[in-house]
């Protein structure tokens, strides 16, 4: 080997350090950026889209065949009898159907009389899959597979089982991000059915695994409230539209400051197997 | 560039299995942060940039698909990265104690942090009921699923390793 062979140049690598100054740089700016300014990161929710959402989507299809497959050998002998029984009511519930719709007649007819017929079932809704759940323990988040592609935006109401689930709060061209209702950072203007008393419930990581969310700031003087009564979003809430059934008040008690009440509120949507949501195309903003 | 493609699809495959695989199997309601386990790994297995880079990577796709403050997970796992990157130089392929411990440590650093800037300052002030139903669970389930994902990242590397070797000489 002659001395003149020359080492193959290395190339030009920018210093660890500098690299790591950069990226908290860019980290600190964007925290600044969303957290004081508030501006949405369009952009870079597309990452996402190309990179994990497909694979999330093929998972949870997957995985939910397979999990429908094992439930469907398990329950045939189970069916079988659930059937017979089920003949049964069906029997006893057509009779008491047959009244009821008679009654439904003579109530639309009443609440047209008063214009009170928008209930959230008239809200235009559209299905979706939930295909990953919350990224860690800390927070109850969830990525639906709909985003801005099928109309999806930012702050529409998200429904599960007949209530209320949470809201968007990102969206992607493919997926959006739902804060559910029971997480620890989410607040909803909610109000008492029966009575129209006005009330904030919370969500609470401490409270989660009771099955709890927490309610808060009900008045002192609202005496007819009881546990029990259902709640519902009020008419005051700015994001939330009217009307979608939250939960039932399981526990109550007055504040030491004795001018009001707070308690816990059982959610009327099972936060454990949320599998498909209802999302309502419409914005609380474009309603009035 | 193989070790980008590679680095690359583990980060991919490992959120989408935190995310998607776990909450689906439900064992409990705790997932266990095998995100971490990856950063902590790339850091002590491959030095303080390639830990820097994983942790900036998977916290910036924790930071879009989980919380409003866009940043904060990005900035705590490139540090986790690079602190593991500094401990390189103990790294033996054989030994198994110092990679449970830094996943260990690693792991509790990133729940006390997120308990800290997350919920105490928000005053969420009842530190022991998050400490024993959130973070220790957390902890332990993680170091229980790293046993299983260690061999898997241990295999990688080697391979990589000897590879390279062979290209050099």
């Known amino acids: ?288 | 560039m193989k070790r980008f493609i590679i680095d690359f699809i583990l980060i991919i495959l490992f959120f989408v299995i935190q995310t998607t695989l776990f909450p689906m199997l439900k064992f409990t309601r705790i997932i266990p942060n095998i995100l971490i386990i990856l950063v902590s790994c790339s850091g002590f297995m491959q030095g303080e940039r390639e830990g820097m880079f994983v942790g900036f990577a998977c916290g910036f796709l924790l930071d879009i698909c989980s919380f409003d403050v866009f940043g904060f997970y990005s900035i705590l796992y490139m540090l986790i990265g690079f602190l593991n990157g500094l401990l390189h130089n103990f790294f033996y392929l054989k030994d198994l104690k110092i990679p449970a411990i830094m996943i260990l440590s690693s792991d509790a650093a990133c729940c006390l942090l997120t308990y800290f800037f997350l919920f105490l300052m928000r005053s969420r002030f009842d530190f022991v009921y998050y400490l024993v139903n959130i973070i220790l669970p957390e902890v332990v389930f993680t170091l229980l699923i790293s046993v299983i994902v260690y061999p898997v990242l241990w295999f990688i590397e080697a391979y990589i390793f000897k590879k390279k070797n062979a290209e050099s000489s």
């Open chain 1, 1 to 288: 080997m002659s001395p003149l062979v020359r080492k193959p140049e290395e190339k030009y690598k920018l210093p660890t350090k500098y690299w790591l100054l950069i990226l908290s740089a860019i980290s600190v700016i964007l925290m600044l950026v969303t957290f004081v300014f508030d501006i949405p990161l369009k952009p870079l929710n597309e990452v996402v889209s190309v990179t994990v959402v497909p694979l999330q989507k093929g998972i949870s299809i997957v995985g939910e065949n397979l999990y429908s497959k094992k439930e469907l050998f398990k329950q045939v002998n189970e069916l079988v009898d659930q059937n017979n029984k089920l003949m049964e009511q069906v029997n006893e519930l057509t009779i008491q159907n047959n009244k009821l719709l008679q009654d439904t007649i003579e109530l639309n007819s009443l609440l047209k009389l008063y214009e009170l017929d928008q209930t959230y079932s008239d809200y235009p809704k559209t299905g979706a899959r939930v295909i990953s759940g919350s990224t860690g323990n800390w927070f109850s988040t969830f990525i639906i597979d709909k985003g801005s592609n099928d109309g999806l935006q930012v702050g529409m109401n998200v429904l599960a089982g007949g209530g209320l689930v949470g809201r968007i709060t990102e969206v992607g061209a493919n997926w959006s991000r739902v804060l559910s209702i029971i997480d620890d950072t989410s607040n909803v203007s909610c109000m008492v059915l029966t009575t129209n008393d006005h009330l904030i419930v919370s969500g609470s990581l401490a409270n989660m695994e009771n099955g709890y969310i927490v309610f808060n700031q009900l008045s002192e003087n609202a005496k007819n409230v009881e546990v029990g009564d259902k709640i519902v979003t009020s008419n005051i809430s700015d994001v939330y539209l009217p009307g979608i059934p939250v939960g039932n008040i399981s526990y109550m008690e007055k504040d030491s400051n004795h001018l009001s009440v707070s308690g816990y509120i059982t959610p009327s949507v099972n936060f454990d197997h949320i599998s498909e949501v209802l999302v309502i195309t419409k914005l609380k903003t474009e309603l009035e």
